[in-house]
C-alpha cells in the first residue's frame, strides 16, 4: 500500500505481517490522557489539528512528545474523507434526525458511527522516530495488532480473520474499526472498539463501513456481562505500548503547556455539554 499524501487506510491488514524493525536505542516514551467524559467529535478533531501543528513546531527542535487520545465520543455519525458533502447530504439529514451529530471526517474509510460505549483512540505519533521510517500499512497492522492481543489477554475473545481492517467476532460481528490519518508522518484518527451494548442500536442506524453484511458487536454483547470503559483504556494503553515498542506514562496535565492547555479546555466544554441520547429517537 502506498501512503498517499492526506491520508492512509490499509484493507486486508490482517494478511500482513510486519517485520522486526531496527530501532533507535532510546525511544522517548508516549505521553496517553484518558478524557472522563464524552467528547464532541468535531472539538475533538480540533484537538487533534491543534496537537499536530504543536508537534510539527516543536519536531524543528526535537521536542515533540507523542501521544495517545484515549476516550469516548458523544453520539455522532462521520463520513471518510472520499466521501463528498453532496452524496452524504440526504444522510446527514436522517440521521441527525435521531439525535446524532454528523460530521464529515479526514480519516480513511466510510460511514460510521461512534458514542459512548465505545472506545476510541487517537494516537499522535511520529512514525519517523522509527528506523526505518514506518509506512502505514505497518502503522495500522501494529495497531491491528494491537486490538487482538487485548481482546484474547483481557476477554478471551479471539479475532476471526477477514479480508477487511478491523477485528471481527466472526464473519458478520464486528468489534473495532480502524481508519487513519498520516501527515508529514505524523498520524491522526485511529481505532474504535464497541465495550458495552450502548452503540449497537446506532450502529443499526447505518450500513458501517460499508460492509452490508456486517453488524456490530461488543465486548460485553460477546461476554454476556458487563465491561468497565477505565479498565479497558488501561489495557489498551499498555499494549500499544508493548506492540510500538515504547514506554507509556501518563501526560501530566499539571505542566499547563500548550499540550495541556487544549486537553484542559476540551474536558471542560464536555463536561458542560451534560447527558446526551442513549439511543436513536
Same mark, same amino acid.
Given at each position: ?52 501543528? %504543536? ?5 524543528? @527542535?526535537?521536542? =515533540?512528545? *507523542? ?5 469516548? +465520543?458523544? #453520539? ?63 502503522? %495500522? ?5 494491537? @486490538?487482538?492481543? =487485548?481482546? *484474547? ?5 479471539? +479475532?476471526? #480473520? ?120
Amino acid at each position: 500500500m502506498k501512503e498517499k499524501k492526506g491520508s492512509a487506510r490499509s484493507r486486508g491488514a490482517n494478511a500482513f505481517c510486519f517485520k522486526q524493525m531496527q530501532t533507535i536505542p532510546m525511544f522517548p516514551p508516549v505521553f496517553f490522557h484518558c478524557f472522563r467524559h464524552p467528547l464532541p467529535y468535531a472539538s475533538t478533531l480540533a484537538l487533534q489539528e491543534k496537537l499536530h501543528n %504543536i508537534q510539527l513546531t516543536h519536531r524543528r @527542535l526535537s521536542a =515533540h512528545k *507523542d501521544i495517545l487520545l484515549l476516550l469516548q +465520543h458523544r #453520539p455522532v455519525y462521520t463520513s471518510g474523507r472520499r466521501q463528498t458533502d453532496p452524496s452524504i447530504q440526504d444522510e446527514r439529514s436522517r440521521l441527525t434526525a435521531f439525535g446524532a451529530d454528523f460530521v464529515p471526517a479526514t480519516r480513511g474509510g466510510q460511514l460510521t458511527y461512534h458514542g459512548p460505549g465505545q472506545i476510541v483512540g487517537y494516537p499522535l505519533m511520529d512514525l519517523a522516530r522509527y528506523t526505518p521510517v514506518m509506512g502505514a500499512r505497518e502503522y %495500522i497492522c501494529r495497531m491491528q495488532k494491537m @486490538l487482538e492481543h =487485548h481482546l *484474547d489477554e483481557a476477554h478471551g475473545i479471539k +479475532h476471526c #480473520p477477514s479480508e477487511h481492517t478491523g477485528v471481527f467476532l466472526n464473519a458478520t460481528t464486528k468489534l473495532a474499526s480502524i481508519g487513519v490519518q498520516v501527515r508529514h508522518r505524523l498520524t491522526s484518527h485511529g481505532f474504535a472498539l464497541n465495550v458495552t451494548r450502548e452503540p449497537l442500536a446506532w450502529f443499526d442506524k447505518v450500513i458501517a463501513c460499508g460492509l452490508d453484511d456486517v453488524k456490530a458487536g461488543s465486548i460485553e454483547t460477546a461476554k454476556g456481562a458487563a465491561v468497565g470503559i477505565e479498565k479497558e483504556m488501561a489495557g489498551l494503553a499498555g499494549w500499544f505500548g508493548r506492540m510500538f515498542e515504547r514506554e507509556m506514562m501518563e501526560l501530566d496535565l499539571k505542566e499547563e503547556g500548550e499540550i495541556s492547555k487544549a486537553i484542559l479546555a476540551l474536558e471542560k466544554e464536555a463536561q458542560a455539554l451534560g447527558n446526551w441520547d442513549s439511543t436513536p429517537s
